[in-house]
């Protein structure tokens, strides 16, 4: 595969869900599972979105969502 075919490839480990009954509510994602892990996760309360990603697109992660205090 030529680097023009590799710049389109998508990220097969990165997602982003809205979750539209938690917007406003402040959260921070927390790891459980593994506790060493590359993965990481966003939350942002207005939009109601979670973004994700995998450090391999074959791997998993246990995520806690914990009430934050608003920033």
Known sequence: MDRSED?????????????PHLRGTHLHPAPLYPGTSDATADWDAAEARFAG???????AVLLRLDVAPPA
């Open 53 to 59: 990603s995998l450090p391999r697109h074959d791997t």
């Open 7 to 19: 710049s389109h490839k998508v990220d097969e480990s990165a997602r982003t869900t809205p979750i």
